[in-house]
């Protein structure tokens, strides 16, 4: 049994150029105008724009350990309803996946509750708790995507460089949640105006950016690949920016939240605004923005972190860090950029596709023959209101309530097979 996608304009070309893309065991075969149905099951795409599946190489899916958050089951459903083929889970779990057993105990939950592709990440100390290195090359051998303590900084820059040393023998990639445990002073939003306005302690960017500087140095010493997770300040998008012109091999990630928000959008303190790094001031705003157009930037991705509403109810001090982020990431991107014509839409799927997969090398993100059939249909007409309680993910801790978007997935395909449908 083949299908037939029928009636689509590819993400890359116009919407008068309607084509049908043909998928043969999980692959796309053919694509081209008015095919023969040849006894395929069809697909009628309805002149929507068909765009491969998006990658998210920054996830957390809270299983094991954190189940009333996120499930793997509920994640996957969650992201594939965003569009979502393939993403990359955080190693903030219980238990960590730091050894064999604890990465072997990740795939085993992948393989029998994901709908779509999840690549774990192993960490780089045990536990994360920044004192004992774990065996970078075994975590390899049993699947780790690339290496990461994400949630913590690595303190200690003998323990950061040692681990780039052997990652890149591996030719694996350091991912780094950025953050010097001696800046943060308790903080729980950005330190500028508003946490003064609401009484809140503040994180300080230099928190984040000294370690960006820090690490790009020990990259460049070890010679390896040093990618960085959610930027969120000015200064980090300048040190990344410096250190391409270098030749280091850094790269560099942003959320929507990051590209979308401010300190100033915090009406209160409630903590369905609380995220790490937190949202920052103006210029960083800015920065972020023209970082990811000129290529400092290199993509977005969502740190989608789900927490139960009663831990977020819990107030700025004291609730935990994250939002959730694939149900309204694309939708929320191209109302607010595409649609204003600051971006094109090719310029935004690469960052959600073509892009993530050349920093990390991943064999998806495009449509031709011969490709994964991993594809999402996009409708970019039809408005609707960012509501939580249809969120598929456990976690319905937005600030994006009640934003209007066009730009919804409708029908998310994974190697073919529908793992999303708006009809169903
Ligand atoms: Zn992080």
């Known amino acids: 049994m083949h299908k037939l996608l029928r009636n689509i304009w590819l993400y890359d070309e116009t919407s008068q150029n309607l084509k049908d893309v043909r998928i043969q065991d999980g692959k796309i075969v053919e694509i081209g105008q008015k095919l023969e149905v040849n006894g395929a099951e069809i697909i009628e795409g309805n002149g929507s724009c068909l765009a491969p599946g998006f990658v998210d190489v920054h996830v957390h899916l809270r299983e094991p350990g954190g189940e009333h958050k996120e499930t793997i089951e509920s994640g996957t459903k969650a992201a594939a309803k965003g569009g979502y083929t393939t993403i990359c889970a955080m190693p903030n779990t219980r238990p960590v996946p730091d050894t064999i057993k604890n990465i072997e105990h990740v795939n085993e939950l992948i393989e029998k509750n994901a709908v779509i592709r999840v690549l774990p990440y192993a960490s780089i100390?045990?536990?994360?708790?920044?004192?004992?290195?774990?065996?970078?090359?075994?975590?390899?051998?049993?699947?780790?995507?690339?290496?990461?303590?994400?949630?913590?900084?690595?303190?200690?820059?003998?323990?950061?460089?040692?681990?780039?040393?052997?990652?890149?023998?591996?030719?694996?990639?350091?991912?780094?949640?950025?953050?010097?445990?001696?800046?943060?002073?308790?903080?729980?939003?950005?330190?500028?105006?508003?946490?003064?306005?609401?009484?809140?302690?503040?994180?300080?960017?230099?928190?984040?950016?000294?370690?960006?500087?820090?690490?790009?140095?020990?990259?460049?010493?070890?010679?390896?690949?040093?990618?960085v997770c959610h930027v969120s300040t000015k200064e980090s998008v300048r040190v990344i920016r410096d250190a391409k012109r270098a030749g280091v091999h850094v790269t560099a990630e942003v959320t929507p939240h990051h590209l979308l928000l401010t300190e100033h959008d915090i009406p209160e303190d409630d903590a369905v605004w609380k995220m790490n790094p937190p949202l920052r001031g103006n210029e960083d705003l800015a920065a972020l923005r023209e970082g990811l157009l000129d290529g400092t930037?290199?993509?977005?991705?969502?740190?989608?972190?789900?927490?139960?509403?009663?831990?977020?109810?819990?107030?700025?001090?004291?609730?935990?860090?994250?939002?959730?982020?694939?149900?309204?990431?694309?939708?929320?991107?191209?109302?607010?950029?595409?649609?204003?014509?600051?971006?094109?839409?090719?310029?935004?799927?690469?960052?959600?596709?073509?892009?993530?997969?050349?920093?990390?090398?991943?064999?998806?993100?495009?449509?031709?023959?011969?490709?994964?059939?991993?594809?999402?249909?996009?409708?970019?007409?039809?408005?609707?209101?960012?509501?939580?309680?249809?969120?598929?993910?456990?976690?319905?801790?937005?600030?994006?309530?009640?934003?209007?978007?066009?730009?919804?997935p409708v029908l998310t395909l994974f190697g073919g097979e529908t793992v999303f449908s708006e009809q169903q």
């Open 125 to 227: 100390t045990i536990r994360e708790a920044g004192k004992e290195r774990t065996n970078l090359a075994e975590l390899k051998e049993h699947g780790a995507f690339a290496f990461t303590d994400d949630g913590v900084g690595i303190q200690q820059a003998g323990m950061m460089l040692e681990t780039m040393q052997d990652a890149a023998k591996l030719n694996m990639a350091v991912v780094a949640h950025c953050e010097d445990n001696t800046l943060i002073y308790g903080g729980a939003m950005h330190e500028g105006i508003r946490n003064k306005e609401l009484g809140l302690p503040g994180i300080p960017s230099v928190a984040e950016s000294v370690h960006i500087a820090r690490d790009i140095l020990l990259a460049e010493a070890a010679g390896a690949h040093y990618h």
């Open 297 to 408: 930037l290199d993509f977005i991705a969502t740190d989608h972190a789900p927490h139960s509403a009663e831990e977020k109810a819990a107030g700025f001090k004291k609730a935990p860090f994250g939002i959730t982020g694939f149900e309204t990431a694309f939708p929320l991107l191209y109302t607010h950029f595409v649609k204003n014509g600051d971006w094109t839409l090719k310029q935004l799927i690469d960052w959600f596709t073509k892009k993530p997969c050349d920093v990390f090398d991943l064999p998806y993100g495009s449509i031709e023959e011969g490709a994964i059939a991993d594809l999402v249909l996009l409708d970019l007409t039809t408005e609707q209101v960012i509501d939580p309680t249809t969120f598929l993910s456990k976690g319905k801790n937005t600030p994006f309530t009640g934003v209007k978007c066009t730009g919804w």
